[in-house]
């Protein structure tokens, strides 16, 4: 599985819009993009998946350059309760695969009022 | 809708001593399912996975186990708990023949062994 590096920390401040940087420079043909977000004493929540080019949910959007070896989770307009620790995964998460992610140590985002 | 439970949410338990822990899924047949663990600090590690009843691979050699006796329910176990076990364990879900990077996580159980 494709080793991914990301910030260990941002600060944000309520209203702006967050960027979160991951490179994942040994990404390989068939691997997928993921981002799960994790609250204190509580188990990662999935935000968002891709595979190349722009991805838009209701809660994030996710930039994949052509290239693929770094992606950017945006959060746009963050409020306090978005303040979490942030991970980016990479693997063959395809259909019928067991799903084996690989959690790193994630960006911790602080969003301050 | 699908549920997943895990219990005990907290433990305290001694060196040397046994450990249980039990997670059950609701609304889902034949799931993948996943034991983690996160120390203080720190990221998830996968510790066991299993694709069916009875079927378990394990990520991470160590003193602990894990069980699959029924369909929906996955079993952490440890005959004799070292310090380095605690942390705050985590059970998943995934759908079965689905993608796999959606993972469902229970709330956890947070273990501090003394």
């Known amino acids: 599985l494709a080793k991914t590096t990301q910030p260990i920390s941002m600060d944000s401040y309520e209203g702006q819009e967050v960027n979160i940087t991951c490179s994942h420079n040994n990404i390989a043909t068939n691997d997928y993009i993921t981002w799960y977000q994790q609250f204190p004493s509580q188990g990662p929540r999935f935000i968002i998946q891709?595979?190349?080019t722009k991805v838009t949910n209701e809660v994030a959007s996710l930039f994949i350059p052509a290239d693929r070896k770094s992606s950017t989770l945006s959060l746009p307009r963050v409020s306090l309760s978005d303040t979490a620790v942030y991970y980016c995964l990479v693997g063959d998460y395809g259909s019928g695969n067991t799903g084996k992610l690989i959690f790193g140590q994630g960006t911790t985002l602080q969003v301050k009022p | 809708s699908q549920t997943i439970h895990q219990w005990p949410a907290t433990l305290v338990q001694p060196v040397g001593s046994p450990l249980s822990l039990e997670c059950t899924v609701e609304g889902t047949s034949n799931p993948n399912l996943y034991w983690y663990r996160q120390a203080a600090g720190r990221g998830l590690q996968l510790l066991f996975y299993?694709?069916?009843?009875?079927?378990i691979s394990s990520e991470v050699p160590q003193n602990l186990s894990a069980s699959r006796p029924q369909d929906r329910q996955f079993i952490l176990s440890s005959k004799k708990l070292l310090l380095s076990d605690s942390g705050f364990y985590l059970c998943a879900w995934s759908g079965a023949g689905g993608p796999s990077y959606e993972q469902y996580f229970g709330p956890g159980t947070r273990l501090t062994v003394t």
């Open positions: 299993s694709v069916g009843i009875g079927q």
């Open positions: 891709g595979y190349k």
